[in-house]
């Protein structure tokens, strides 16, 4: 079961935009829970407190992983607000104070940077966000025996930030590098995720070309040939990436197929086995004066499309839905956005996940099944343009993903509502 909640983890960012990276960020500042009602409530601490809690621990000079634990708290406060440069300062910041604990305290400043990382991307500063997971991967090293597992993964979340640029052979390169290493030291969950990393990337990308497709089979094929016990699990999850693999690339008999043997998932987080790609730069008619991301030639269509690229702050929105026991989605819905939220990308992706397939949950046919939450935000990324080395947004929007909420099942279908306790 824990592998296939990677796979969901890996496969849903990789179907809009986004990358096989894990998310970094650990919402300890949001959760969800079933008022008597029935209503869903998903609530996150008050910017304010964890503020205070984190200035107290700074002046009173506490221990790293309380000054660790502190900082991300209020970081991701600042993230479920909507403030991501401040965010990022606050991760920043912990980074100054703690990274000469390293050695003392690696796990605990490790975190620190893979949710710098994160936030750098969610910003669009990809370089940053590569640098931040590479420090991740050296705090670890200083921390940490030579052999530690845990090394290994984090050399491969330097291979997401990779998969997030779309520098897939980059990225597959550094699969395999942390593969071929983890097979020398007999370690077995990361050469199960190194490899899984790599069949996932391909079979994200296979739409956008045969040729990938082609290499998604591939490496399917490489891990249904391995005879290693410790690898049963990932051989296991081939069918997941088989039905996920037919959808993309228009196979419809055979996507049913392989759904149909899924058969019906046993409790946890819902398996996404299919996302419909989203392509922000061809959405929409283009006339001007629509707030969309049309690919109209007029220069008040153009200007319009600079305005939304090059202004992404506050861009962000919260979309609720649920997931039914025969694996479609219902009453998807934008709860909560950003103050400069415009354009129509957001109906987009709401569009999108309603045309979701996730794996059947063994759940009564009248039962609800599960609500989820995700968060959207609209990413312009930071890079230099030919000729020039100041850097500025780039015309080429995406959108990353973050899941706010576990699954949450509940006794009848209610509104949904988000505050700060």
């Not at 930071?382 to 500025?392: D, L, P, V």
Request: hydrophobic residues 45%; proline residues 5%.
């Amino acid at each position: 079961m824990m592998l296939m909640s990677l796979l969901l983890m890996q496969a849903a960012p990789l179907a809009t935009v986004d990358s096989p990276a894990l998310q970094s960020l650990e919402h300890r500042a949001g959760a969800s829970s079933t008022a008597k009602d029935g209503t869903i409530i998903v609530t996150g601490r008050r910017i304010a407190d964890t503020e205070a809690e984190l200035k107290a621990c700074v002046a009173r000079k506490c221990s790293p992983d309380q000054d660790v634990a502190a900082t991300l708290a209020h970081a991701e406060a600042l993230f479920l607000a909507g403030e991501y440069p401040e965010s990022r300062r606050t991760l920043l910041a912990g980074t100054g104070r703690n990274r000469r604990h390293a050695a003392a305290y690696p796990i605990p400043v490790s975190r620190l940077y893979n949710g710098l990382s994160r936030l750098s991307s969610v910003l669009g500063w990809r370089d940053q966000a590569r640098l931040a997971a590479i420090s991740g991967v050296d705090v670890l090293r200083e921390g940490l025996s030579k052999g530690d597992e845990r090394i290994l993964f984090q050399q491969l979340a330097v291979g997401d930030t990779y998969a997030r640029e779309g520098r897939l052979e980059a990225a597959r390169d550094v699969y395999r590098a942390v593969a071929a290493r983890a097979l020398a030291g007999g370690a077995a969950a990361a050469r199960t995720r190194a490899l899984l990393n790599e069949a996932v990337l391909y079979t994200a990308a296979a739409t956008r070309s045969p040729e990938y497709r082609v290499r998604a089979e591939q490496a399917m094929a490489a891990i249904s040939a391995t005879t290693d016990p410790a690898l049963q699990t990932l051989r296991d999850a081939m069918p997941y990436l088989a039905a996920q693999l037919a959808i993309r690339t228009g196979n419809t008999r055979e996507a049913e197929a392989a759904i149909a043997m899924l058969g019906k998932q046993k409790g946890g987080v819902p398996i996404l086995v299919y996302n419909p790609p989203l392509d922000l730069w061809l959405q929409g008619d283009g006339r001007a004066g629509d707030h969309n991301l049309g690919t109209n030639a007029s220069d008040r269509a153009l200007a319009r499309r600079r305005d939304i690229v090059y202004d992404t702050r506050g861009q962000w929105a919260d979309v609720g839905f649920w997931v039914e026991p025969d694996g479609s989605v219902r009453d998807v819905a934008v709860l909560r956005a950003g103050n400069n939220l415009w354009g129509r990308w957001v109906d987009t992706v709401a569009s999108l996940i309603g045309g979701r397939r996730y794996q059947p949950l063994d759940l009564p046919s009248d039962d609800p099944g599960v609500y989820k939450v995700e968060r959207y935000s609209l990413v312009s990324d930071f890079g230099t343009r030919t000729g020039s080395r100041i850097q500025a947004r780039t015309m080429i929007p995406s959108v990353e993903t973050v899941d706010l909420t576990v699954a949450v099942p509940a006794a009848a279908a209610k509104p949904v509502t988000i505050r700060a306790d």
